[in-house]
Every structure is written in structure tokens, then in C-alpha cells.
């Protein structure tokens, strides 16, 4: 557990808000790559931490939310990962000093997971465990994963955290109740929080009153701290630079309402600046946080979190299955699925194909050791699991798994 980590989950804390609007306001370009004026510009990234801190921040974000491989590749400075990470990682930790704590800003990849795309889990871990590793070297204990919209891609940067490390939590953006992906907050708090994140929460979207029916959602399952950083409100274009609709007072008025439905890090995103955070802590001065209440064990389909039904219906899966075929003999339910006589690969391909049709969770069983690790892994969402041997308990522990009896 890092120092953040340990803070909220006893006292609220008042986060940072936007580095790309503030950093626009100083000449940042539309279509520039914002993460290497960590580099170019050290001594305006500087300053943006500190206006933060002056303002009431408890803890603030480095300047490196699209600093990993895939994303710089296309401003040709994927080669410069590693430089541009250490340089981040660096003014913030000068800046907070003693009197604030600092999480690793990281966003999404420019890709699109499987089975939408060809984004594999395997390969997005490997990109993000690079951009970790530069940022765990520079002195970062904590990576706030954010903005993210898929929450398979949530579960590939988690997994890279599991292996690097880092202590992590995790936000993720809604429009009306779901992510891009379509996922629920109550699947996506079930899910990262299996996979090990700290605290999980939701950023960016709309203003904060587009945030709160996610947030409550989440803590109705959660039983761990919660993140809010919601924008100013909509943008409008003027000219040629984006104007957001909210002010810091308007923006405040929904803090108290945050905390109390389980928020315990709480600051802005796109159109915030230092008098937003300023605000904020004017706000919750004083505010004590409710207690975190415990939560019962869920398992999770992207769209749907739920109990394990006392009987499972049972089906079983070979080479050669067609998911709709195995939809329809599921029912409306959770099921357990038995792999037999199929490959990891192949297997891996059925449960994704199987998550995009299939609305309710499921529960795994395999013989083979290397598709009961696959279909783990793979899965978007948290599954239940029927391990056989040590080994596939520990793949259910690694990939957060629940794991039950037949």
C-alpha cells in the first residue's frame, strides 16, 4: 500500500484538477503531445503542481497521462518513453516535496481491445509495464490509472501494476450510466477491485452531476475508497479554444454529496484549474468521511455484477463451439462453463466472442491448466472460478478470480 493509498482510506483528500487545459492556457498546442513538455518545458509543468498544492491539493498527478510507447509513436517519440516518464515522475515529486503525495497519471491506449479490435491483453500489459517501470524507477509508488473507457483495457493496465509492483487505483469515464464499452460501474467497481486497485472511481465525462449516479452506483458494491474528478461542466468551441460551462462554485457544490457516497479522493479534470481546487477544499473543510462499508463477493460480466446462483447450470465448451449455441442453452444467468478438448488460444477467442453476447457472468473450469489461465486472463470482467490443482488457484488469485465450489 502507498502513502495515498493509506490516507484515503482513513481521511478525505483533495486531488490536483487538469494539466492539458491548464498546460493549453500556457501555449500548448491543439494536437501536441502534452507529456513532453514534462522535457521541453520543465519549469511550466513545475509551477502547475505547485499552483495545485498552494490551492489546497493533498496529491497530485504527473504530467504523463499519454506518455507510454504506443501513444507516443505517433508524435515519433515512442523512443523517448522512458525520458519523458523519469522527467514527469520528477517535477512532481520536487513539487509535492512533504506536503503532498503524487499518483502516475496513465491513460488508454490508442487501440482497440479484442474482440473489437486486435489489441491483445498480453501486448497492451507489455506496453504498459514499460511506461511503469520508467515511472517506478523515478520514485512513483502509485499509478492512477484514468479517462479509460473499456474496461478489458482497466484490466490489462491492472494486471501490468500486479506485476510491476506499483500500487494502483483506477478511474474510468461514463456517459449515461456506461463506459464507451458498454460497461456498468457496478461491474467495473467489482472487477478492479478483485484485480487489486486500492480505490476505483469515475473522471472526466461531464460536469460533476454526471458523475454522481455512477459513483453511487459503485459504492453500493464497492467497500473500498472512491475517486471523483469530474470536468467543468460541457465544453463549447470558441474560436479556437474550448470554453467550459461551469465555474468553480458551481463546480463545488456537488463535493459534500461525493463524500457522501464513498468518495475519499476528490479533485477536477478537463476545464479545472488551481481556483476549482481551491474550492473544493473550501468546501470539505472540516468534513469528516463516512465509514467504508464492507461489501459481499460479486463475480462480473462487463455489463452485469451479481451473487453466484446456489445451483449452476453447467455447459460444457469444445473446439468448435459456437458462443451463440452456448448463449442459448445458458439461459439468463450465471453458468458454469467446462473447457474440454479445446486450446488456450481458441478457448481465449470463445470467451471474448462470448462476453460481447452474453450479459451475465460466468463461472470457469478447465482441465488444462493453460486454458484455465487463458480464458482468466482474457475474460473482460471478474469471473467466478472452479480451480482443480495449486496451480490454477493461484491463476485464479492473479487474473481475481472468485473462486467457488461446483
Not at 456498468?184 to 458523475?211: F, H, I, M, Q, Y
Request: charged share 25%; aromatic share 6%; glycine share 10%.
Amino acid at each position: 500500500m502507498s502513502r495515498l493509498t493509506d490516507r484515503i482510506e482513513k481521511e478525505i483528500v483533495i486531488y490536483d484538477g487538469s494539466k492539458g487545459s491548464v498546460l493549453m492556457a500556457h501555449g500548448l498546442m491543439s494536437g501536441e503531445d502534452a507529456d513532453i513538455w514534462c522535457v521541453d518545458h520543465p519549469d511550466v509543468v513545475r509551477k502547475l503542481h505547485e499552483d495545485y498544492i498552494k490551492a489546497g491539493s493533498g496529491a497530485i498527478q504527473t504530467n504523463t497521462f499519454m506518455a507510454n510507447e504506443m501513444s507516443l509513436k505517433e508524435y515519433g517519440l515512442s523512443e523517448r518513453t522512458e525520458e519523458i516518464n523519469r522527467a514527469g515522475a520528477r517535477l512532481a515529486l520536487e513539487a509535492a516535496g512533504d506536503k503532498a503525495d503524487v499518483a502516475a497519471s496513465v491513460g488508454p491506449l490508442p487501440k482497440l481491445m479484442r474482440p473489437y479490435g486486435d489489441l491483445s491483453v498480453r501486448d497492451a500489459v507489455k506496453v504498459y509495464e514499460r511506461q511503469l517501470r520508467a515511472l517506478m524507477s523515478a520514485g512513483i509508488e502509485t499509478v492512477h490509472f484514468e479517462t479509460f473507457t473499456d474496461l478489458a483495457m482497466m484490466r490489462a493496465a491492472l494486471i501490468a501494476a500486479r506485476n510491476t509492483g506499483i500500487t494502483a487505483i483506477a478511474t474510468l469515464s461514463f456517459d449515461q450510466g456506461r463506459t464507451l464499452a458498454g460497461n456498468t460501474p457496478e461491474a467495473c467497481a467489482v472487477t478492479l477491485k478483485a484485480l487489486g486497485a486500492r480505490a476505483v472511481g469515475a473522471n472526466c465525462s461531464g460536469g460533476p452531476d454526471s458523475l454522481m449516479d455512477p459513483i453511487k452506483r459503485m459504492n453500493s458494491v464497492a467497500g473500498i475508497p472512491l475517486i471523483v474528478k469530474p470536468n467543468a461542466g460541457l465544453p463549447r468551441k470558441e474560436g479556437d479554444r474550448l470554453v467550459y460551462s461551469m465555474g468553480p462554485e458551481d463546480f463545488r457544490k456537488d463535493a459534500v454529496g461525493f463524500i457522501n457516497n464513498g468518495v475519499r479522493l476528490i479533485g477536477g479534470c478537463c476545464g479545472t484549474d488551481a481556483a476549482f481546487i481551491k474550492a473544493l477544499s473550501e468546501e470539505l473543510g472540516g468534513i469528516t468521511a463516512p465509514a467504508i462499508e464492507e461489501k459481499e463477493e460479486l463475480i462480473a460480466s462487463p455489463y452485469k455484477a451479481g451473487r453466484v446462483p446456489d445451483e449452476l447450470l453447467s455447459v460444457n465448451v469444445t473446439g468448435g463451439d459456437d458462443p451463440y449455441d452456448v448463449m442459448d442453452e445458458a439461459g439468463d444467468e450465471a453458468v458454469l462453463l467446462c473447457f474440454s478438448d479445446i486450446g488456450p488460444e481458441e478457448a481465449s477467442s470463445f470467451m471474448l466472442d462470448l462476453s460481447v453476447i452474453y450479459k451475465d457472468p460466468v463461472v470457469i473450469k478447465a482441465a488444462d491448466d493453460k486454458v484455465f489461465e487463458a480464458v482468466l486472463r482474457d475474460y473482460p470482467g471478474r469471473a467466478g472460478a472452479v480451480p482443480v490443482n495449486a496451480g490454477q488457484e493461484k491463476a485464479a488469485a492473479e487474473f481475481g478470480a472468485l473462486v467457488v465450489s461446483e
